[in-house]
Every structure is written in structure tokens, then in C-alpha cells.
């Protein structure tokens, strides 16, 4: 079966399967948090200021910032959030690759406290994440197979948003492309349309997925053979 149909026959199941999860959409304001986390690091990366970030119930976000410049620097950092999530699922499948989980979930926090101690001072955003490193807290002390359950969910959710993101995008910029996002900022400051940026970022988010799942299945070999191995000496 072609790699890429087999991605997306796997992404397309994945999306469904989670979505039976209780409290799973909840979850899945993680991708949010990363992306807008990627749009403030590089307002700080071009020596920029970062006012605040706003997390919303339905999973929307927006981060309030002034640059010391314009032209690129506006570029980096409208480009830097979907981009960044993108990069996220990657690490959080090597993660489970590497079977670090325990780790992993530490880092997950720490980002969260971050984004709370420095960015999210009010409203929605501020409850979710103080109850999301609870939560993240309380599978990390139940360890076992809970957790990596937990770990794994929390990573199809991000691979899910980071792709199901800049598609929606995609179909917007083409029904409203001035309220196409960071895919409308762009056209504003470049010559490419809102549709061009929103490709690439589906385009990105498609070969980050690409590796993530990768990822995924060679963790999946290494176990089977693994298990054919551990029965072998058994017998």
C-alpha cells in the first residue's frame, strides 16, 4: 500500500477512534498552547514583546505581541505557529520511540507552566492549563501502561490538530481569505495570496505527520520483534 495512503487511511481511523475518548476534545487545546507558544518564541527570538496569549474554549487562540520591526520579523513569526506544532508531534512520537513517556510528560508540563507564569494570566486559558498539569501530574504518578495510553493519546491528538489545522485553513482561504488566519497575515506583508501560505502549511503539517507516524510504526516493528524473539527463547 502507498505510504501516503496508508497515512491517511491511519490518521483518518486515529481521528475517529479518539473522538470516542471521553474528555478527549478537551485535549486537544494542546496543539493551541504550541502553536501559540511558537508565535510568541519567535516574537522573542526578533527581539519582540510579548503582551499575552489568549486560550479559547473552542480551541481557537490568539497571542498579542509587538515587534520591534516589521517586514520578515512579521513573517517568522506568523509562520512560526503552525510550523511549530507541526515540529511538536514529531517530538512527542520520538519521545515514545525513544521511550521516554515519563519525560515527556514532564516537558508537556513545564511548557504549560511556562505559558501560565509568563502568557495566559486570565479567563479560559489560565483554568485550562493549571487543571491540565493535574491531570498531566496524576498519570505521571499512576506510571505503567496508563500513562503511556495517556502519552500516546496526547500525541495522536497533536499529530490529528496539526494536520486538521492548516486544512481547515486551506478551505478557508479559499471561502474568506481575509479571515484566513496566519495564512491572511502573510498575504498582507508578502505577494502570495492567503491560499499559497495556507498550502504550505498543510504541506509541512503533511510530511511532519508523515514522520511522526513513521515513527509510530517502527516503534511498533522494534516491539513485535521484540515479542517473536522473547517467545522464542520461552520455547
Known amino acids: 500500500m502507498n505510504k501516503w495512503l496508508k497515512a491517511f487511511l491511519f490518521l483518518t481511523g486515529a481521528a475517529i477512534l479518539t473522538r470516542l475518548i471521553p474528555f478527549s476534545d478537551w485535549f486537544r487545546m494542546l496543539d493551541t498552547m504550541i502553536h501559540e507558544l511558537g508565535h510568541a518564541v519567535m516574537t522573542l527570538l526578533m527581539s519582540g514583546r510579548v503582551l499575552r496569549i489568549v486560550l479559547n474554549p473552542d480551541h481557537s487562540g490568539v497571542t498579542y505581541s509587538v515587534l520591534a520591526s516589521s517586514?520578515?520579523?512579521?513573517?517568522?513569526?506568523?509562520?512560526?505557529g503552525y510550523i511549530s506544532a507541526s515540529l511538536f508531534a514529531i517530538a512527542?512520537?520520538?519521545?515514545?520511540?525513544?521511550?521516554?513517556?515519563?519525560?515527556?510528560?514532564?516537558?508537556?508540563?513545564?511548557?504549560?507552566?511556562?505559558?501560565?507564569?509568563?502568557?495566559?494570566?486570565?479567563?479560559?486559558?489560565?483554568?485550562w492549563l493549571v487543571l491540565f498539569i493535574v491531570v498531566n501530574l496524576v498519570f505521571f504518578?499512576?506510571?505503567?501502561?496508563?500513562?503511556?495510553?495517556?502519552?500516546?493519546?496526547?500525541?495522536?491528538?497533536?499529530?490529528?490538530?496539526?494536520?486538521?489545522?492548516?486544512?481547515?485553513?486551506?478551505?478557508?482561504?479559499f471561502t474568506d481569505p481575509n479571515q484566513a488566519g496566519d495564512a491572511s497575515n502573510l498575504a498582507q506583508i508578502t505577494i502570495m495570496p492567503a491560499f499559497a501560505w495556507s498550502l504550505l502549511f498543510f504541506i509541512i503539517s503533511l510530511f511532519c505527520a508523515m514522520s511522526s507516524l513513521q515513527l509510530f510504526w517502527?516503534?511498533?516493528?522494534q516491539n513485535r520483534q521484540a515479542k517473536r524473539a522473547k517467545d522464542t527463547v520461552i520455547r
Request: net charge positive; charged share 15%.
Open 71 to 80: 517586514g520578515w520579523s512579521q513573517v517568522a513569526v506568523s509562520l512560526s
Open 92 to 127: 512527542l512520537f520520538y519521545g515514545r520511540y525513544k521511550q521516554q513517556q515519563r519525560a515527556g510528560i514532564v516537558i508537556i508540563s513545564v511548557i504549560a507552566l511556562v505559558m501560565m507564569i509568563l502568557f495566559v494570566r486570565s479567563g479560559y486559558g489560565l483554568w
Open 141 to 173: 504518578f499512576i506510571g505503567g501502561r496508563i500513562l503511556n495510553f495517556y502519552y500516546l493519546l496526547l500525541a495522536f491528538l497533536c499529530l490529528e490538530e496539526s494536520v486538521m489545522g492548516p486544512f481547515t485553513l486551506l478551505l478557508r482561504s
Open 218 to 221: 517502527r516503534d511498533r516493528g
